[in-house]
């Protein structure tokens, strides 16, 4: 009961801490850590630990498929260069670069084991950077590629993990005898990924019940995991490529109100595995630090320090003279033309969750595991507190500018949709609501003729009109149910309706 009555209330602050994040435009996770952190030292705190067989497939999983699912395939074809650079080069050249700088400062720290400090801290995390992005808007194809690299170096960095400890739990490790049977399961679950999705998809076709349905993606998220390190397969590549398997054919089978509830709760899912993993790796820190004493808490500050200094580093030298500077489609005038796109992909290099998960994920008997879960921890503090609270001022500095892509498409792809939406009506007679219906398309579609780009308006003529009704309505039938005239079951009834005219009737940047 204790231990329920915990989490309700770290729940609770989470919200707290999350709307703070939020009004200052900062990165929800940041405010998470330094929670967990500040639990850590209160007293009482229940001393919860999570199975490490667990942690990956609790964590990553459904983090994984709500991003793979969101994943634009063209865009991160149209950037592959930019994407691969930084999901498989800069992972590499981090792993590499922290594991040299643990094992100078700790030398007795086995090589393998210095491999999976560097390969947990290597991958950023988008849900930090988006979150920042949310306030402080960065030119679309830097926010394509950070989604990508976010979304591929998981997969580089988790088989890199997944190689050094096995190499530090074993004395009789031989990566030679081990790389075939690995590369084996890599194109086994390129492939699992697509033909389980399709199955999916060819499943839920027959489901139509919204619970049921997100039931089963959860369900999917877990088992596929799950089953796909049992067969010793990538847990990561078998999902991303089952979700965006997925995410290209259920739109077309999809019910809007299914779709509707799944980002809601999808949503909500990836928020609150978020506030869990910072909880439980934050009040492990303070026991960490009763074993850590005298001469080793002094090394484990110095190490965890150096460590956050080195993947900031390399990242900044890896990306400003290869990735971010040429062919992104920013309109900027001298040095921030030169340095500009390279430092905001740089400085928009968070650790978080994934790190979170891995360091959690390590088995008890570790080698060195205190410091490792401590450093990664440090880092992923350090990134989200140095870098998630100055991106949004260093952004607003650059002033770095695209040609607004997406909305120059969803303007074409808006009239198209206004015009497919008149053609329906063609046959449909001469009824007075059909005619006021002919009406609104055709004022949109006269609109965006007007414009020079052809973009249709984000809403109908009379969508303002539409909500004051909607509105009005909704507060007669209120009304009539304080009376006591209509019972409660008839009012939420109404009521739903009466969201879904509404939410219909607004615009997206209005919801």
């Not at 050094?164 to 390129?190: I, T």
């Amino acid at each position: 009961m204790v231990i329920f009555e915990w989490v309700v209330g770290v729940l609770f602050g989470a919200v707290l801490l999350a709307a703070l994040a939020r009004r200052l435009g900062a990165p929800y996770p940041a405010f998470l850590a330094l929670g967990g952190v500040g639990l850590a030292f209160v007293p009482g705190v229940p001393n919860l630990r999570l199975d490490p067989e667990l942690a990956l497939a609790l964590f990553l999983a459904p983090v994984l498929l709500d991003a793979g699912f969101d994943a634009s395939i063209r865009d991160m074809r149209d950037n592959w260069r930019a994407v691969f650079g930084l999901a498989v080069g800069a992972v590499a050249v981090t792993t590499l670069a922290v594991a040299f700088v643990a094992h100078l400062i700790v030398p007795d720290m086995p090589i393998a084991a210095c491999i999976v400090l560097g390969a947990v801290v290597a991958p950023p995390d988008a849900v930090a950077a988006l979150a920042v992005l949310k306030h402080a808007p960065m030119p679309h194809r830097l926010a394509t590629i950070l989604r990508g690299e976010s979304l591929l170096n998981d997969a580089a960095s988790l088989i890199i993990y997944r190689l050094a400890v096995a190499a530090a739990m074993s004395d009789g490790f031989h990566p030679a005898e081990v790389a075939p049977a690995f590369l084996l399961g890599v194109v086994a679950s390129l492939a699992a990924g697509p033909c389980l999705g399709l199955a999916f998809v060819a499943l839920t076709r027959r489901v139509t019940d919204p619970a049921s349905t997100i039931v089963m993606q959860f369900v999917a998220a877990f088992g596929i995991w799950l089953a796909a390190e049992k067969l010793e397969m990538s847990g990561v590549l078998t999902i991303v490529t089952f979700a965006v398997t997925v995410a290209r054919r259920a739109p077309g089978i999809t019910a809007p109100r299914t779709r509707v509830i799944s980002y809601a709760v999808w949503d909500t899912a990836v928020f609150v595995l978020n506030v869990l993993a910072f909880i439980l790796i934050g009040i492990q820190i303070d026991p960490i630090q009763d074993r850590l004493t005298g001469g080793d808490a002094w090394q484990a500050m110095f190490l965890a320090a150096a460590i956050f200094v080195t993947v900031v580093v390399t990242r900044l030298a890896w990306v400003l003279p290869t990735t971010g500077l040429k062919g992104l489609g920013l309109r900027q005038a001298g040095e921030r033309a030169k340095y500009g796109p390279g430092l905001a992909l740089s400085w928009a290099g968070m650790r978080g969750i994934v790190t979170v998960a891995a360091a959690l994920a390590l088995p008890m008997e570790f080698p060195h595991r205190d410091l490792v879960v401590f450093t990664a921890f440090f880092t992923v503090l350090g990134t989200l507190i140095v870098q998630g609270l100055t991106l949004r001022p260093l952004l607003a500095h650059l002033k770095l500018e695209d040609d607004d892509p997406v909305g120059r498409e969803v303007g074409w792809a808006r009239a198209a949709a206004y015009e497919a939406a008149l053609d329906s009506l063609s046959d449909s007679g001469a009824e007075p609501a059909i005619e006021s219906l002919r009406a609104e398309f055709r004022s949109a579609l006269e609109e965006a003729e007007a414009h020079d780009e052809g973009r249709a308006p984000e809403s109908l003529p009379s969508d303002a009109a539409r909500r004051r009704s909607v509105e009005a309505a909704r507060n007669a039938v209120l009304s009539l149910r304080r009376q006591g005239r209509i019972g409660d079951d008839a009012y939420f009834l109404l009521e739903e309706e009466f969201d879904w005219a509404e939410l219909n009737a607004t615009p997206k940047a209005e919801t």
